[in-house]
């Protein structure tokens, strides 16, 4: 092994070597996402609640039926955007086959999630390039938020994409066409999530103090310009259409969110350490955490060292926007494990940042010798989490196939209404043919938006508002499907639930954890 180590370079301009590296981690990490997809039932099955909203509201996009004017959507429309192609393709796959086309589609962005972190430290070292890339390639949260469409992975890509564009290992681009860019890619991203504005307001901030510094004025006007116009395109169109909807749904409302309970602190740092697969294999949860919390800190406290004492514009980008993403992270009421996902591409540029060309000067030291040293046991580290982590995987239950037995429950092109829309979209029940059916997709968010913030079980259920839009929606609709989490998103007493007893009978089993039909008898 030793041998091995020793016939490669690392000086920070094996270019190619670092290449071989990033395509290595590519493809771990992709193996390790396909292979969670191939579990059983996980390509067209039911596993999340939110991809049936962003892939529905393409579905619905290609139809002419807008988010916000016609049906509520508590994101920015991006997602719905880039989806439309394989929404599009759905319309004559279907509609199960245009979701799985979609996940496989996720797995792949977030492959390239772990190239631009690659390409983002790749002149700052082999080491950086392994942890970083390693990190990107193996960290739980990651893998489980790219299983299906979540917002994640795409807000990673795009806010990758412009940093790649905006700076290089050490500083930001010179050029005008490149930071315009680089902004273009920001704003697209702030499209897909307004968590983007951390890193945009970041990025700018920094650009701005060295734009002052050097007196090139147009570099922040460029950069500006290209966040503008790529939010501008992907979002004006819909704001033009329902302005107070779009402001409603996607900001007001997100941030007077009333939920049932706070996410507990632990449960939010099991989720951004990535502890799950080492709590499986160790138990002791709060220890587990402790320890790989312990772990990050470190590292951080180090990247911070090393910025305070010979910083790069980079690495203050990095270790300013990991700060601010973890604050983000722990400040909301909610948390749901895919949230840490986002903290990702930052946690592992720290790392690089951390590891970068480290000087043993004055140690007494060898630099080639410790290099290897380090890059063995961040090789083996890798390896073994690695291994855990397909374990891990393997021990996941198989998700739940609804297209089997609800084709034989409901004809095609019936009025259905449900409360978690990938359902339909797995059934391939989605479209209805009745010009009256309602349009929902997001009961959840429904709730927020008729309530002024409030979840079903913080009150939403008693709202004049939210009675009133479901026994609407009710009045039309031919079918019910409830999903087992059903009392999260629906009012479960009250008039709606009285008139769904009344007027709707209950069909045979769709399946287990497929919930309840129900089918209009008057």
């Given amino acids: 092994m030793a041998s091995v180590f020793a016939k490669m370079p690392y000086e920070p301009d094996s270019r190619f070597q670092y290449r071989g590296l990033i395509w290595l981690f590519i493809i771990l990490g992709v193996a390790l996402r396909l292979f969670l997809l191939a579990r059983p039932g996980h390509l067209f099955g039911v596993t999340e609640y939110d991809d049936g909203v962003y892939f529905g509201a393409a579905l619905r996009l290609i139809g002419g039926v807008l988010p916000y004017k016609d049906f509520v959507l508590v994101q920015p429309p991006g997602i719905a955007v880039l989806l439309s192609p394989v929404a599009l393709a759905a319309k004559v796959i279907g509609t199960a086959n245009g979701l799985a086309v979609a996940r496989i589609l996720t797995v792949i962005v977030d ?9 983002l430290v790749r002149r700052r070292g082999r080491l950086a390039v392994v942890l970083s890339c390693g990190f990107m390639a193996i960290y739980p949260q990651a893998i489980f938020s ?27 681009q010179r050029s005008g066409t490149t930071l ?7 704003g697209i ?33 460029t950069l500006v310009s290209g966040i503008v116009v790529g939010f501008a395109i992907m979002v004006l169109p819909f704001f033009l259409a329902a302005p107070k909807a779009f402001l409603n749904q996607v900001i007001l409302d997100q941030l007077y969110r009333i939920p049932g309970q706070r996410v507990g602190f632990q449960t939010r740092m099991s989720d951004i350490a990535g502890a799950d697969p080492f709590i499986w294999l160790f138990g002791h949860a709060a220890i587990v955490v402790a320890a790989l919390s312990f772990v990050f800190l470190i590292f951080f406290a180090v990247a911070v060292a090393r910025t305070w004492s010979a910083g790069s514009i980079f690495s203050i980008f990095v270790i300013v926007t990991t700060f601010l993403v973890f604050v983000a992270l722990l400040w909301p009421n909610d948390f749901y494990y895919h949230y840490a996902d986002f903290l990702a591409p930052y ?16 140690l007494g030291l060898n630099q080639a010798d410790l290099s290897r040293r ?8 890798v390896s073994i989490v690695t291994i855990l982590s397909f374990v891990y995987e393997s ?19 019936a009025c259905v209404l449900t409360d978690q829309a990938s359902l339909l979209i797995l059934s391939n029940r989605f479209f209805s043919t009745d010009r009256n059916c309602p349009q929902m997709l997001d009961s959840f968010g429904s709730a927020l938006y008729l309530s002024g913030g409030k979840t079903i079980d913080a009150g939403a259920a008693q709202n004049l508002k939210v009675v009133k839009f479901w026994m609407s929606a009710l009045s039309h609709a031919s079918f019910v499907w409830l999903s087992d989490q059903s009392s999260r998103r629906v009012p479960t007493t009250g008039l709606p639930w009285s008139y769904l007893i009344s007027h709707f009978k209950v069909m045979p089993s769709p399946g287990a954890h497929l919930g309840t039909i129900y089918v209009r008898d008057s």
């Fill in 111 to 119: 492959g390239f999630n772990i190239a631009l972190v690659g390409m």
């Fill in 146 to 172: 790219s299983q299906t469409v979540l917002l994640e992975p795409f807000l990673n890509l795009f806010c990758l994409l412009g940093l790649y564009f905006c700076l290089d290992s050490w500083g930001f």
């Fill in 180 to 186: 315009f860019a680089g902004g273009l890619f920001l």
């Fill in 189 to 221: 991203a702030g499209s897909i999530k307004v968590w983007a504005i951390i890193p945009v307001l970041v990025i700018v901030i920094v650009v701005l103090i060295e734009t002052f510094a050097q007196k090139r004025f147009r570099t922040i006007r």
């Fill in 347 to 362: 946690l592992a540029l720290t790392l690089a940042v951390a590891v970068s060309d480290a000087s043993t000067r004055g």
């Fill in 374 to 381: 380090a890059f063995a046991t961040v090789a083996a580290s």
């Fill in 395 to 413: 021990q996941i239950p198989s998700a739940p196939v609804p297209a089997k037995v609800a084709g034989q429950l409901i004809p095609r092109g």
